[in-house]
Each structure stands twice: as structure tokens, then as C-alpha cells.
């Protein structure tokens, strides 16, 4: 079974540029999230998607992030303009519903922000 | 407001010797946790979950963990670690319903594990 695919794996950007990122979920898995891991700190939910609807999205800087999932399958997340602080490891993950919580993780992109 | 912390940033251990990381949580309910393992440049790989039953559960790789409600502890064990379990360990608590939509997951900032041969 394949896993959850991301890309691109890494990104240098200079601030106020903006970037967009990709996942591809596992196959039939309704569930879709996406994470910021800054350094040194864990994961932290920006928005959780359950097919191409909405879930959570409390923790996402909505001035300058925007994610969508069309047809509930593949994710975008953007980030316009970005930041330094937006440096970080962003990663997403799937689940299928009746499984719970069992969220299977992508490599992850790592954002470096100049 | 849940949390979870992990009291330890760094451990070291010699190979061969055991292993237990710490992990503390706050819940108003009955907690799910998890423990993830993150190589470099990798992903999260759970290594196992609580939700509910024995409070000691075993994963994959020869971890176990151990549920103890009156610490609100699920603290991380391994009886002989290998070269290969270095990496980073996070804990997390699962907030909202198992099975439900609003299951998101609260990580603590993670233990970094270097093992020496």
C-alpha cells in the first residue's frame, strides 16, 4: 500500500514570496491534515480536512494560509506572503474514518523562509 | 485546554541498555494517547496507542507503554535499545471522539534519543 505522498520534500523561499504544497492521502482515507512543525516543537494541527470539507481549521493563519482538498483527495496548502517565522516542516496526514485516530504521516516539506 | 509534556529534550543511552521516556498529559476525559517515532527527514510512524483496556500496550519494534491514570502518565519503554531507535519520540493525546471528525492530535515537543555503541 502506498503511502502519503508530499511534494515538493524541501523549499527555499525569500519572504514575502508565496509557496504551495502538495499531498497525496492514502488511498480511500477521508481524513486529511496538515501540520507545522516548527523546529523544535511538535507537530501543530493547521487544518484538518474530512473528505473535501472543513473540519478544524482554528489554528491556521487564514490571512495568509489557504488550504483546499478538491474532490477530497489531493490537498493543497498555500502560504501568501510568506514569512520568516513560517519556516518549518509541514506535514500531512490521513485516516480513515472508522479507524479513528490512526493518522498515517507523509515525509513531510521542509519550508525555509530567507 | 489539553497538553502533553515530555519533561526530557535529549536522552542518551549505551546500546544494549534499557530505555523510558516520559511523557505526561492533561485531559478532562479519558485521554488516547500515542507515541510517534520521527527519523531524520521522515515522517511520523505511530509505534503504538491507548484507548482503552490493559494499560500496558505494546507496539511495534519491542516498544511498550504503560497508561497510569493516577500519574497521567504514558511514559515510553524499550528493554534494549538498538543503534537504529535513534531518532525523535513524540507523544500525543487525541482530542475528540475516537472515530469521531474532530479527532485531532496534541503533540509534546518531542524527545531526541542518541543511543552510543
Known amino acids: 500500500e502506498a503511502g502519503v505522498a508530499q511534494s515538493p520534500r524541501y523549499k527555499i523561499i525569500e519572504k514575502r514570496q508565496s509557496v504551495a504544497f502538495w499531498c497525496n492521502p492514502i488511498?480511500?482515507?477521508?481524513?486529511l491534515y496538515w501540520y507545522q512543525q516548527i523546529l523544535g516543537q511538535g507537530p501543530k494541527l493547521l487544518i484538518q480536512f474530512q473528505n473535501n470539507g472543513v473540519v478544524d481549521d482554528s489554528q491556521l493563519p487564514k490571512d495568509r494560509f489557504s488550504a483546499e482538498r478538491l474532490k477530497g483527495v489531493d490537498s493543497t496548502l498555500k502560504i501568501q506572503p510568506a514569512k520568516l517565522e513560517d519556516s518549518a516542516v509541514y506535514l500531512c496526514a490521513s485516516s480513515l474514518m472508522r479507524a479513528g485516530m490512526d493518522q498515517y504521516f507523509g515525509p513531510g516539506t521542509r519550508l525555509l523562509v530567507l | 485546554a489539553q497538553s502533553v509534556t515530555q519533561p526530557d529534550i535529549h536522552i542518551t543511552v549505551s546500546e544494549g541498555a534499557s530505555l523510558e521516556l516520559r511523557c505526561n498529559y492533561s485531559?478532562?476525559?479519558?485521554?488516547?494517547l500515542f507515541w510517534y517515532v520521527q527519523s531524520p527527514g521522515q515522517g511520523l510512524q505511530l509505534l503504538l496507542k491507548y484507548f482503552s483496556g490493559d494499560t500496558l500496550v505494546q507496539g511495534i519494534k519491542g516498544f511498550e507503554a504503560e497508561f497510569k491514570r493516577s500519574q497521567s502518565s504514558f511514559n515510553l519503554r524499550k528493554p534494549s535499545v538498538h543503534w537504529s531507535d535513534a531518532a525523535e519520540y513524540f507523544c500525543a493525546v487525541g482530542s475528540g471522539n475516537y472515530g469521531g471528525a474532530t479527532n485531532k492530535l496534541i503533540f509534546g515537543t518531542g524527545t531526541l534519543l542518541a543511543v552510543q555503541p
Open positions: 488511498s480511500g482515507h477521508a481524513t
Open positions: 485531559y478532562g476525559a479519558t485521554p488516547y
